[in-house]
């Protein structure tokens, strides 16, 4: 039946295109989970782009989906961390009420505004940032004991974080690692652990605020956050033993690239509305 042969091979068709988009979200997990585990972020900042350069997500709907997949991707790097003691709760806490609450204004600006600014002014601040880690020599040797003002300060930085967390669909370390090793003196592989610890609580609200406003697929999210969370324990352990000084220049270096990105991508968008 000519009929019935079209309809096994366009069924062929489609299991073979969602095989295929599904081998490509365990890679970009894979991926995203080492970087995380490295370097204490939640893996966002290729997740994002892969999303929309691999699987054809619209961006929007890509910042939402990568931030449900940051979720499995941070606990499990959070994890190999905190069986190292390679997390500061104190901080932790202060950073968590920030972020939780920067969340929540993300997920909402992310409706409502154009990216244009913010994303400029973010790409200035990793650019300032990886010039200040390159050219910071001296080993962080732990923080001093926490005053009011410092711990109103970490909610500051929690909360800055939160908002690029819900807004971006990153966990928000690029911004919590290197403020705590410059402004608090923290050891790199104590704030890798302690940002990783505040990525849990703000992807799960952003994650849940999203979800309400149909802006993640939760599918894709668990494909891709499932397949990273074995990398992602493995590269916390390689990064716990990893000396400051390598640590901070390859965390420059990221910053560097997720600034250029960032540029390119905005260079884009301005091209195609000019075209338009």
Same mark, same amino acid.
């Given at each position: ?5 079209? +309809? ?8 073979? $295109? ?9 890679? =970009? /997990? ?10 204490? =972020?939640?893996? /966002? ?19 939402? $989906?990568?931030?449900?997949? =940051?979720?499995?991707?941070? +606990? ?26 920067? #969340? ?13 600014? @913010? ?21 962080? !040797? ?29 966990? /928000?370390?690029?911004?919590? =690692? ?10 790199? #592989?104590?704030?890798?652990? !302690? ?11 952003? $994650?849940?605020?999203?979800? $309400? ?6 599918? !894709? #999210? #668990? ?11 493995? +590269? ?18 990221? @910053? ?6 960032? +540029? ?13």
């Amino acid at each position: 039946m000519p009929g019935y042969g079209a +309809a096994v091979a366009a069924a062929s068709t489609v299991e073979r $295109t969602v095989s295929r988009s599904t081998q490509r979200a365990v890679l =970009v /997990g894979i991926v995203a989970g080492f970087l995380s585990g490295l370097f204490g =972020v939640g893996g /966002g900042i290729l997740i994002v782009p892969a999303l929309v350069a691999v699987l054809g997500f619209e961006q929007r709907h890509a910042h939402g $989906t990568s931030l449900a997949a =940051v979720l499995p991707i941070g +606990a499990s790097s959070m994890l190999s961390y905190a069986l190292e003691d390679k997390v500061d709760w104190s901080v932790g806490l202060f950073l968590a009420i920030g972020a939780i609450a920067g #969340a929540v204004i993300g997920t909402y600006i992310l409706h409502k505004l154009p990216h244009d600014v @913010l994303a400029v002014a973010f790409a200035v601040l990793l650019l300032a940032t990886a010039v200040r880690l390159l050219v910071d020599h001296s080993d962080a !040797t732990g923080r001093s004991a926490l005053s009011v003002v410092g711990a109103v300060a970490l909610v500051v930085i929690g909360l800055a974080s939160g908002i690029l967390a819900g807004l971006l669909g990153v966990g /928000g370390g690029i911004i919590m =690692v290197p403020a705590m090793v410059i402004g608090f003196g923290v050891t790199a #592989a104590v704030a890798k652990g !302690t940002s990783l610890l505040v990525i849990v609580p703000t992807a799960l609200m952003g $994650t849940w605020r999203n979800r $309400t406003k149909r802006n993640a697929d939760l599918r !894709t #999210a #668990a494909i891709v956050g499932g397949a990273g969370i074995i990398s992602a324990f493995v +590269a916390g352990k390689i990064s716990v033993g990893m000396s400051e000084t390598v640590s901070n220049v390859l965390f420059a270096v990221l @910053l560097l690239v997720v600034a250029a990105r960032m +540029a390119w991508q905005l260079a884009g968008e301005r091209r195609a509305r000019r075209a338009a």
